[in-house]
């Protein structure tokens, strides 16, 4: 009997490249208290910040949620549209472009916890067996064909996001919330990009219903 033995080579990288992955149920969301309140709300005009190590990530989230606020009838600009990776995400650069948009209202989402927990999980091999007879009477050659694949990496996130509205006309911040998630993903779902649409829609449902855009 002859046994042989494949292994599947596996890379040993784990990339995340955003700073979230996908959630299994939607974000909790809870109102933070601000000095001010918005006496010049509902607004118009959002100009969208998001504030994270990676461009993409920035990107994506700003793209959702300006899609949600502009469905419930308000204006909004993802920064990321007016600037690339190479651009500085500095104070003076947003100011510049509330005067290019003429934006009446800034929102900012960043990251302020994120906890990862990896574990390692045992995959089943795959076997084929080819059976052949030989010269000799009632036996038999078997050949068995073994894939065994590395053991497998689950991950387990805990993400918190704040987010703040600004007034461009006082200069304050008028609204604020966080929104918390947990949800799980293995390896080969870590870039799920329906977290993107999970957050905006939580963020922008939120605003909506404290009449902080037209509608």
Not at 52 to 62: I, K, N
Not at 157 to 165: C, G, M, P, Y
Request: glycine residues 2%; hydrophobic residues 40%.
């Amino acid at each position: 009997m002859r046994f042989k033995t494949f292994y599947r080579k596996a890379v040993p990288i784990v990339c995340i490249a955003v700073f979230f992955g996908a959630c299994s149920a939607p974000p909790q969301v809870s109102r933070t208290p601000t000095l001010s309140e918005p006496t010049d709300a509902p607004y118009k005009n959002v100009l969208v910040i998001c504030l994270a190590s990676s461009f993409d990530s920035r990107r994506y989230l700003e793209k959702e949620v300006v899609k949600r606020i502009s469905e419930r009838g308000a204006q909004a600009v993802a920064s990321t549209s007016m600037m690339d990776s190479k651009t500085p995400a500095t104070r003076e650069t947003f100011l510049a472009m509330v005067e290019a948009t003429g934006a009446d209202a800034v929102l900012v989402t960043q990251l302020v916890n994120l906890d990862i927990e990896a574990k390692k999980k045992d995959r089943r091999p795959q076997a084929t067996y080819n059976f052949r007879p030989t010269y000799y009477y009632n036996v038999w050659s078997v050949e068995l064909e073994e894939y065994v694949e590395p053991q497998a990496t689950n991950y387990e996130f805990s993400l918190v996001l704040a987010t703040q509205v600004y007034s461009a006309l006082s200069k304050d911040v008028v609204w604020a919330i966080e929104s918390k998630s947990k949800f799980g993903r293995d390896y080969d779902h870590l870039r799920d990009y329906s977290i993107y649409e999970d957050e905006a829609a939580a963020i922008v449902t939120q605003l909506s219903k404290d009449r902080l855009i037209v509608r």
